[in-house]
């Protein structure tokens, strides 16, 4: 069992810029995917990004570009920061193993983009 706990979140303005922080409660070292993923409101948790214990990262369409998933290993922590962020971005944001587990789904951070 792992615990999954996110920071980072806010209130931004479009085009402002946030870095979100997953804190694992074990090492994480041995799980070969981590990834973010995020659930705006009414709508499905969708994929963003996923890094390997290697630093292999993949970002989904809507984030490319813009977001930046990286992971230390001896702080247990996976990190998304995230530019240039827009309306579209507003949403809770969650770290998880990739593929998710369902027990590992933690409480999220809330990002929201606002003028």
């Known amino acids: 069992q792992v615990q999954f706990v996110e920071s980072g979140g806010g209130l931004v303005q479009p085009g402002g810029s946030l870095k979100l922080s997953c804190t694992a409660s074990?090492?994480?070292?041995?799980?070969?995917?981590m990834g973010w993923y995020r659930q705006a409101p009414g709508k499905q948790r969708e994929f963003v990004a996923r890094?390997?214990?290697?630093?292999?990262?993949n970002y989904a369409d809507s984030v490319k570009g813009r977001f930046t998933i990286s992971r230390d290993g001896a702080k247990n922590t996976v990190y998304l920061q995230m530019e240039s962020l827009q309306f579209e971005d507003t949403a809770v944001y969650y770290c998880?193993?990739?593929?998710?587990?369902?027990?590992?789904w933690g409480q999220g951070t809330q990002v929201t983009v606002s003028a």
């Open positions: 074990r090492v994480i070292g041995s799980i070969l995917l």
């Open positions: 998880n193993r990739d593929p998710p587990f369902d027990a590992y």
């Open positions: 890094i390997s214990n290697r630093g292999l990262t």
